[in-house]
């Protein structure tokens, strides 16, 4: 007798946050992919867009990003990282950076395997974030934005790969 195989499950299709439904209506996914660190995986990554999303100007235009994370790490760990990533992507003063630090410390709590950290941009400097669904912080500030979110999304990202799957590039 031959050996049979089950059919395999379709793959889950993952669904826009309920924090994000109201912010991005019509929202879709981008991109998704997971960020390693030594073969580990700290967290995956889900890229929420408009329909007209253009990736090159993605700092003119709504989006989400999710980050899901598989591993603790401190929140003020995540914030000093964040800074420092930010300045790959351009420059800053040291005054805005103590201020964007003192921010994303509020924004980004401790987190542990199954956490989730959402950031919402509307397209025009007004950033939001969400810790498992729950609004930490709010800003406007339109430099911040396509700093922060460049970490992901501008070429000069850290993460190359992760940005391409992100942004659904061609390889």
Known sequence: MAPTTAPSAPAAVPTVPDELRELLPDARLQGSGVLRFFGLRVYEARLWTAPAFVPDDYASHRLGLV????????????AERSIAEMRRVGSFSEAQAQQWLTLMKQAFPDVKPGDRLLGWHDGQGLVRFFHNGRQTVETRDALYARLFFGIWLAPQSSAPALRQSLLSLPG
């Open 67 to 78: 980050l899901s994370y598989d591993r603790r790490l401190e929140g003020a760990a995540i």
